[in-house]
């Protein structure tokens, strides 16, 4: 596999990667926002239940008229804590089947869908006289002393808050015929949880559809990705083969090509042979002159420019671009009018004349071929580098073929000249000569009215 097709891949799964870890996060915030909502609605319902005059509000008020007696008791030093608490205990949990069934009496009415179930647990108890406040009960921890409600581990996630209940107290109470007073104020903090099976799975069933729609996105994306890389890895292979047809072909065809030119010209000095015969060899001899050319041609062209192999030596400008021009004016003389307009200056060319004097005749070709009948030739120097602009007033080339016309195998296809062939090949074998020179080359042109390329060379 190529290098670049690699890189593709590479380049593909980094993008797929960071792709689905922006989706994983959207879906985690997505079920962040619907926990939180879902936990808040749910804390709503359960808030509006025991509120005032319910018959568990009187459950709570049965339990904390029990509950101050003792208090009473214990600010009086008749009662230890540990006993105060299991009292407190005993009352709730003697109160809590009743508390249960009115519960659940509240949340069947409610209508949630989903089983709740909830319990109060005692976070803190102070008790504050004149003379200091003591606590008898604190307890932070999650494994808090349990009131009323049903019996289930406390998840901290589905903490509803806590509630206060604060009072002052004043008491009179005889023991043992002696009558005795007190006062203190009491702090009462309870932190409520609810609990419901299978919470999460709640939430993720109403993430189902978004769910099931980034899961299949995803599928589509991981396809796609799959078959234009399978589709790519093919054509790679198709275009291999295809050049390496081309080459082989090509160099199986030259040698039959030879053959047979030695075979002609060997025909051709035969003294005694008639006219017909002679023009028949000629045609032969021209025909198998153009076939080989046009081998050479598609042979040249499976090369890039970085295969090419230069054979730079030092030209006079001015020499090197008019012998070109001498040699063009004479093939051509009866079709175009050549104008020339070459820098008298003595610049010293540093390359190629083979395979330049090959890129600059290919455009002088193409002008005759499409329509021209006058080209104007410029040479001279701008910044260092050598300029040579052709320019003709041929059928000129559209902006979107002006992108298209460096490429193996484009040609313009153009109703009005049906008898022009071609390979599409020649400027493709310009542009690459002159890139392997470090040059470069440019076209402007206007339909109908002509073009003009211009080659620019640097002169180190
Ligand atoms: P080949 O040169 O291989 O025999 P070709 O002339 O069709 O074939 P190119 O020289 O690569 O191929 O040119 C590509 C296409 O660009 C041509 O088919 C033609 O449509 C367009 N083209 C090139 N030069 C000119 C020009 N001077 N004026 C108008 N069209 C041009
Ligand atoms: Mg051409």
Known sequence: MSRKIILLIIASIIGLIALSLIQAQLIQNTYALRKQAFIDKTSKVVGKIGSYGTPIDSIGDAISSVFLKDLDKYSLRMLSKQKLLNR?????????????????K?????????????????????????????????NNTTTNLK???????????????????????????????????????VVFKTINYMNIDGWNRIILKEMRGLLIFSFCIFLFV????????????????IADIKTDFVNN???????????????????????????????????????????QKLIDQVLNNSLGYEELVLEKH?????????????DFEVSHKDKVTLKRMIS??????????????????????NAVKYGTNKIAVQSKINNENWQLKIQDNGIGISKKNQKLIFNKFFRVENKDVHNV????????????????????????????????????????
């Open 314 to 326: 030092k030209f006079n400008s001015t020499d090197f671009i008019s012998e070109i021009l001498n």
């Open 88 to 104: 407190l205990q005993k009352i709730n949990d003697s109160l809590n089947p009743n508390f249960i069934k009115e519960y659940e």
């Open 249 to 291: 072909i090509t160099h199986e065809l030259k040698t039959p090509l030879a053959t047979l030119g030695l075979a002609t010209k060997i025909l051709k000095k035969q003294e005694q042979i008639s006219p017909i015969m002679k023009s028949t060899i000629s045609t032969i001899e021209r025909q198998n002159v153009r076939l």
């Open 106 to 138: 509240e949340i069947r009415s409610k209508d949630l869908g989903y089983d709740l179930k909830y319990h109060k647990t005692l976070q803190s108890l102070v008790l504050v006289d004149s003379l200091k406040s003591d606590t008898i009960y604190f």
């Open 147 to 185: 009131l009323v409600g049903y019996d289930f581990k406390n998840d901290p996630e589905l903490r509803l808050g806590t509630s206060t209940w604060e009072t002052n107290r004043t008491f009179e109470k005889k023991i043992k015929g002696e009558l005795k007073k007190g006062d203190y104020d």
């Open 421 to 460: 062939k071609g390979l599409g090949l020649g400027l493709y074998y310009s542009h690459q000569i002159i890139k392997a020179h470090g040059g470069s080359i440019q076209v402007e042109s206007e339909k109908g009215k002509g073009t003009s390329f211009t080659i620019v060379l640097p002169l180190k």
């Open 222 to 237: 991981i396809g796609l990705f799959y078959y234009s890389i399978k589709n790519l890895i093919t054509q790679k292979k």
């Open 344 to 365: 008298s200056e003595n610049l010293k060319l540093n390359l190629d004349r083979f395979y330049m004097t090959t890129a600059i005749v290919n455009i002088l070709e």
